[in-house]
């Protein structure tokens, strides 16, 4: 089984930072993929930012030049560096995986995805 942990949500002001962090670990042979999505009340799950393995990046339109996706290969951990903060930011905050189990999983290309239990992210106005 694979956990994916996250922390660094809270409360902030507009304007203000936060870093949220996911750190995976459990029975992991390789990451393909990991990304952040949010869902607001009322409002459907959507993509965030999204890091594969080799480094490629992609962010919503609505967070470009505000946030920023790192992750630690080492760590099993990927990272979102928030700035310039607004109302319309918040939501719950969930880390996502896409890996390979083990050696089998990976020869066979068959990828597993798996999802934290989300971390709420409250921005003031």
Request: aromatic share 10%; glycine share 12%.
């Amino acid at each position: 089984q694979v956990q994916l942990v996250e922390s660094g949500g809270g409360l902030v002001q507009a304007g203000g930072s936060l870093r949220l962090s996911c750190a995976a670990s459990g029975s992991i042979f390789s990451i393909n993929a990991m990304g952040w999505y949010r869902q607001a009340p009322g409002k459907q799950r959507e993509l965030v930012a999204h890091i594969v393995s080799g480094g490629s990046r992609n962010y919503a339109d609505s967070v470009k030049g505000r946030f920023t996706i790192s992750r630690d290969n080492a760590k099993n951990t990927v990272y979102l560096q928030m700035n310039s903060l607004k109302p319309e930011d918040t939501a719950v905050y969930y880390c996502n995986a896409d890996l390979f189990a083990s050696g089998t999983d990976y020869l066979r290309g068959y990828l597993r995805d798996y999802w934290g239990q989300g971390t709420q992210v409250t921005v003031s106005s």
